[in-house]
């Protein structure tokens, strides 16, 4: 099983450690001290707080699980279809639709949607271990 210190684990969140601390702190999220005295905390504890952070009022009224809310940073319409751009954290993300999709959504640069995903193929990679000191081509 993986233990995240801190900083990893404020980078899988998209917040900064001193939330996490703080969240260790009030009891939120569980933390233990490692053999040199940092905290950290188990995968498991790290995984059962996320998913309860990520649980969305209504997102059972949909099949689709997949929610992420943000900011939208940019809007393209031409005459029948249109391309949003929202910004859900450090990911980006882009949807086509009908210009009278984002005209009825009076979807615009700065508004906070929702982007709901729902796909019939993901693709799970793990991370490539870290070049120490090296540029990989």
Same mark, same amino acid.
């Given at each position: 099983?993986?233990?995240? !210190?801190?900083? +990893? *684990?404020? +980078?899988?969140? #998209? %917040?900064?450690?001193?939330? =996490?601390?703080?969240? %260790?702190?009030?009891? !939120?999220?569980?933390? *233990?001290?490692?053999?040199? /005295?940092?905290?950290?905390?188990?995968?498991?504890?790290?995984?059962?707080? %996320? $998913?309860?952070?990520?649980? @969305?009022?209504?997102?059972?009224?949909?099949? *689709?699980?997949? !929610?992420?809310?943000?900011?939208? @940073?940019?809007?393209?319409?031409?005459?029948?279809?249109?391309? &949003?751009?929202?910004?859900?954290?450090?990911?980006?993300?882009? #949807?086509?639709? #009908?210009? +009278?999709?984002?005209? +009825?959504?009076?979807?615009?640069? /700065? #508004? =906070?949607? &929702?982007?709901?995903?729902?796909? @019939? $193929?993901? =693709?799970?990679? !793990?991370?490539?271990?870290?070049?120490?000191?090296? @540029?990989?081509?």
């Amino acid at each position: 099983m993986s233990d995240f !210190r801190i900083s +990893e *684990a404020a +980078e899988l969140l #998209s %917040v900064s450690a001193d939330t =996490v601390r703080r969240w %260790v702190d009030a009891g !939120r999220l569980a933390a *233990a001290r490692d053999d040199h /005295g940092h905290r950290v905390i188990a995968g498991a504890d790290l995984a059962a707080f %996320v $998913t309860a952070q990520a649980a @969305t009022p209504g997102s059972e009224l949909s099949s *689709a699980r997949n !929610r992420m809310r943000g900011i939208v @940073t940019a809007v393209v319409k031409d005459a029948v279809m249109a391309q &949003v751009d929202i910004q859900a954290g450090p990911f980006r993300v882009v #949807s086509l639709m #009908s210009r +009278e999709a984002v005209d +009825e959504l009076d979807l615009r640069v /700065g #508004s =906070v949607a &929702v982007a709901v995903i729902k796909s @019939t $193929t993901v =693709v799970v990679e !793990r991370p490539a271990p870290a070049a120490r000191g090296r @540029t990989v081509t």
